[in-house]
């Protein structure tokens, strides 16, 4: 299996702008996790899928974060209008039911100026 | 509200210096205790679970037990490729990492 994957790995935009970001889950696998990580705030969950349904988006920061999982092989993070404190890495991870551990894709660092 | 809190923040060993780092949690229905390896420019690689106070896993020169209250994983006689930042994580269908050790092995 490849693992997961997560598209772009390397995104610089401009502030106001839209960014997407993109993951495919392992195959299998029921469950989806976006989280951000920086050196002050560490690994945050920013939203969690069950199945392809949003379970809990109580970590999103706010109203320009959207993510979405049209189907089980894939995901998107989306971010309008972008602004440089979402400067980060966005990573995504899978897992295969409630009682395992998750699987992490690679990140995507995001750099807004 | 879970927290998990891991210390100390930061390791510096020489090589085959053994040592422990510390990982207590406040989870309410905890599930599993996650182990995680993080190496810099890479996402989380996944270690151990430990779902059951006085449970212990091994792997390779890395042993994580826990207890009701903390997880420890202990790192006999470390090597510099063991240099990492390493993270725990507890909870049930979402979990809640702490902030990481990380840890420097200096040959």
């Known amino acids: 299996d490849a693992g997961v994957i997560q598209s772009p790995r390397h995104e610089v935009t401009e502030m106001g702008q839209e960014v997407t970001l993109r993951c495919k889950p392992i195959s299998g696998h029921d469950y989806l996790f976006w989280y951000r990580q920086t050196m002050m705030r560490g690994l945050e969950l920013l939203i969690y899928?069950?199945?392809?349904?949003?379970?809990?988006d109580s970590g999103m920061p706010e109203d320009r974060f959207s993510a979405k999982m049209p189907n089980a092989s894939f995901s998107t993070l989306k971010i309008q209008p972008s602004e440089p404190r979402d400067s980060a890495v966005y990573f995504c991870a899978s897992r295969r039911d409630r009682y395992n551990e998750q699987f992490f894709g690679p990140g995507t660092r995001l750099t807004v100026l | 509200e879970d927290q998990v809190t891991q210390s100390p923040e930061a390791l510096r060993l020489q090589e085959g210096e053994s040592s422990s780092l510390n990982c207590s949690y406040t989870v309410s229905g905890l599930r599993g205790l996650f182990w995680y390896r993080q190496d810099p420019g890479k996402g989380p690689e996944f270690l151990f679970t430990l779902y059951s106070a006085g449970e212990e896993k091994e792997k390779e020169r890395l042993k994580a037990t826990l207890t009701k209250k903390e997880s420890f994983l202990h790192i006999t006689a470390p090597k510099p490729e063991d240099s990492a930042t390493y993270l725990c994580a507890g909870g049930y269908q979402k979990v809640t990492f702490g902030t990481g050790t990380k840890l420097q092995v200096i040959p």
């Open positions: 899928f069950n199945n392809n349904v949003p379970i809990d």
